[in-house]
């Protein structure tokens, strides 16, 4: 699998009258009537139906030239990050217009149509590398002067977006005009005819008829609120080490207490996003816990066989991180820039700069304390109880009860700060009422894939003839050939070390950033016999064999390990009828949920661009065992 340099933007906002796909017909976007649900017209019908959010696909495509994260050295990120402060007044800006730009153009001594042109970048694709300084891999393309650009974007603002309602091929004799005047090249009219496409069917209406009109026929359900005073704009993560163990998947044998990193809304307690592992919180936990904020969760909610309303998706404008060391990460904190979204540092072992979350994550406790293996808070509280010998369950079958308290306990009960629940909050803030307007509803995450990535861990490793070697773990494919044992560029001694991020919750597969197509690439283990497996499984098999006494525990020695115990697993189903169900499940996969993004395209690293060589489902406090009862 590769994700190339070029694709769609990150988001897609819909606006009341865009042209849309929903099931391959051509319709006209009128609104979201909830979260989920957009309401449109078939065009060839004029038939207004309903249509879910995520097959509601754009009418036209525009590819951008964003390169990815990796591909963007550290210089070029803060100049990136530059242009975006130049512009972020400007970004999304109802009734733009040229004297606006033209003002902030002389506040900042930017000519307005490189303005122009970077608020085209940033808007096409939504990704802060989009203004990055280009290669020039552009060669034979057209590309108008800034002052013949000027020109072009000065006339639609004067003579076409204006009362007088002028045609294209009258404005187009403007732009003639004034270019002749200064023996400028004038450009084709179909130059013109893209530039106005682009204007949004709001703005159009707006400034050529009324706003009456504009607002009838296109005004989104959008309202503003002051400072963080509705949904994502702020929010709150923070980590705590649960007080429950857990047992392993093959034995159910106690394996430790794990640790969840949690995402919550401040406006609305809304609970956005979580990530659990036994890992010790750091960036990685933090970046997974942001990239289920912003996704949608139907797919998430369907692995487990949960029927839940969850419709926490979007960017969040803040997020409130914990600032110590474990969590500054550049890969971390370019990721975040990469999608606009600012970060707070909060001052470490300092709980009253995240109120908020401190209390949820107090609430969750109190629930946990209820099921078998929970150790409580403290000894006292503990008493006799014998948490390892009452430990039951494994953290995927954790990760479903959290799920289902989260989205149909905590979110549906009356929250006493808020004197309503949670889901109702965040409800008022996106749609608003009587009393209050709403925002709307964020737009749709496109590519989930490149989202995963740039949250992921970056490691670089050089390539050796036998491939590249992770935690001794060996990954190749073809398309790191040309590669092997490339010198570094300013030491001819030392091997160049490349880019790879990795999924901890399977290490099966890496991904590869080729600096040359600036695109990512799926490389397998060497070995495919060897099966999907996470990084704390993996640790926990070596730690065990080096205690058990064995020397140079390798790759060989550790996945021998692991079949060994799968063996002993499959024998056990014969004997046991709680085994023997569990191993089903595992089998029909709702045992270990594996997010491996796209775990059966493995295999397609060999391809690239250039040819380079049900069960029943689970409820909080029923069908588990707890304390009382035991």
């Keep these: 699998m590769v994700f190339k340099k070029l694709g769609p933007p990150a988001t897609y906002h819909f606006n009341r009258g865009d042209r849309v796909y929903v099931d391959g017909k051509e319709c006209a976007f009128i609104e979201m009537s909830d979260f989920y649900t957009a309401l449109v017209k078939v065009l060839s019908s004029d038939e207004i139906t309903e249509a879910h959010i995520s097959d509601v696909e754009p009418f036209q495509v525009v590819l951008n030239d964003s390169p990815a994260i990796d591909a963007v050295p550290e210089e070029g990120m ?44 940033y808007e096409q694709s939504g990704k802060l590398t989009s203004l990055a300084p280009r290669s020039r891999n552009d060669k034979g393309k057209k590309k108008l002067s800034d002052e013949v650009e000027y020109i072009v974007q000065s006339l639609i603002e004067t003579e076409y977006l204006s009362p007088q309602k002028k045609s294209i091929p009258e404005v187009y004799k403007k732009i003639k005009r004034h270019c002749y005047k200064k023996g400028l090249t004038v450009p084709h009219i179909n130059t ?11 703005i159009k209406t707006k400034l050529r008829h009324s706003d009456k009109e504009a607002n009838d026929s296109y005004g989104e359900i959008k309202g503003s609120f002051p400072g963080a005073d509705f949904p994502l704009a702020v929010v709150e993560i923070d980590h705590t080490q649960v007080d429950l163990i857990l047992v392993d998947d093959i034995h159910r044998q106690a394996i430790g207490r794990p640790w969840i990193t949690l995402a919550m809304d401040v406006y609305s307690r809304m609970v956005v996003g979580f990530y659990i592992s036994f890992d010790r919180p750091g960036y990685v936990g933090t970046g997974l816990s942001i990239y289920r904020s912003i996704v949608l969760k139907d797919k998430w909610l369907a692995e487990m066989g949960i029927k839940s309303r969850w419709p926490c998706y979007g960017t969040p404008k803040t997020i409130h991180v914990d600032n110590a060391k474990e969590f500054r990460s550049t890969s971390f904190e370019n990721a975040c820039a990469q999608y606009a979204i600012n970060i707070e540092w909060r001052p470490v072992g300092r709980p009253q700069f995240g109120p908020h979350i401190e209390r949820l994550l107090g609430n969750f406790a109190q629930k946990i304390h209820n099921l078998p293996g929970s150790t409580f808070s ?3 509280q503990r008493g006799r109880y014998k948490s390892e010998k009452k430990a039951s369950l494994t953290l995927s079958e954790f990760e ?5 308290y989260i989205t149909q306990v905590y979110h549906e009960e009356v929250h006493s700060s808020l004197n309503m629940t949670p889901y109702k909050k965040y409800k008022q803030g996106t749609f608003g009422d009587d009393h209050h307007p709403g925002v709307g509803t964020y737009p749709k995450f496109v590519d989930e894939d490149a989202l995963l990535l740039d949250f992921m861990p970056m490691i670089k490793r050089s390539i050796q003839r036998d491939g590249v070697s992770i935690d001794k773990v060996k990954y190749w494919s073809d398309v790191l050939r040309r590669w092997i044992n490339c010198p570094d560029s300013e030491s001819s001694k030392l091997k160049r070390k490349f880019i790879f991020r990795r999924d901890p919750r399977d290490i099966s597969v890496i991904w590869f950033f080729d600096p040359e197509l600036e695109g990512y690439y799926s490389i397998p283990y060497r070995d495919i016999s060897h099966p999907p497996i996470s990084i704390w499984e993996f640790r926990k098999i070596k730690k065990d064999l080096e205690n058990a006494g064995q020397k140079d525990v390798d790759e060989r020695k550790i996945f021998e390990a692991y ?68």
């Design 78 to 121: 803060k100049l990136a990050m530059e242009r975006y402060k130049a512009i972020e007044p400007l970004i999304d800006l109802k009734g733009r217009t040229r004297d606006v730009v033209e003002e902030r153009g002389k506040k900042l001594n930017i000519h307005p149509s490189t303005l122009y042109n970077w608020l085209h970048w």
């Design 563 to 630: 079949d060994r115990m799968d063996m002993i697993e499959k024998n056990a189903v014969k004997q046991t009828k709680a085994i023997r169900l569990k191993w089903q499940k595992r089998v029909s996969g709702l045992g270990v949920t594996k997010n491996n993004i796209n775990q059966h395209k493995k295999n397609d690293s060999n391809k690239t661009s250039n040819d380079c060589t049900n069960s029943k489902e689970l409820k909080p406090f029923e069908n588990i065992y707890y304390v009382d009862d035991i």
């Design 378 to 380: 403290n000894v006292q």
């Design 400 to 404: 479903e009860w959290l799920t289902i």
């Design 192 to 202: 013109l005819r893209n530039r106005i496409k682009e204007i949004s069917p709001y």
